[in-house]
């Protein structure tokens, strides 16, 4: 799932960790159990706002979380999942997808 996307002068290349791609499989299966067109719209909707931060990535505030990090990550929300992705020189890298619902702990054992 690589995008690479340029707007004006800057320009971001979007590359998906495996464990994110991972998630967003889990994501869109488990919604498509109860509702194929939902999951559909869901997986899309995550897809275009990760496409999006080809544009101004640092936009979205840093995650709390993971602020004792030597790195420093960032996270957008979209309804209840937790988008975690880290922007290094020209790329963003999209590490994880969480449902902060169920998941709300394993935000700080992320070893990235």
Not at 3 to 21: C, E, F, H, M, P
Not at 59 to 79: A, H, I
Not at 80 to 102: A, W
Request: net charge positive.
């Amino acid at each position: 799932m690589k995008k690479s996307l340029k707007i004006g002068n800057t320009r971001y290349k979007i590359v998906w960790d495996i464990q994110a791609k991972e998630s967003l499989k889990a994501i869109y299966l488990y919604i498509k159990e109860a509702s194929p067109n939902a999951a559909q719209k869901v997986k899309k909707e995550i897809l275009s706002l990760t496409a999006s931060l080809s544009d101004m990535p640092e936009r979205f505030s840093t995650e709390y979380y993971l602020q004792g990090s030597n790195k420093e990550f960032r996270s957008v929300s979209l309804w209840s999942y937790k988008i975690i992705y880290r922007v290094h020189e020209q790329e963003v890298r999209i590490l994880d997808i969480i449902h902060t619902k169920r998941n709300t702990d394993v935000i700080e054992i992320l070893d990235f």
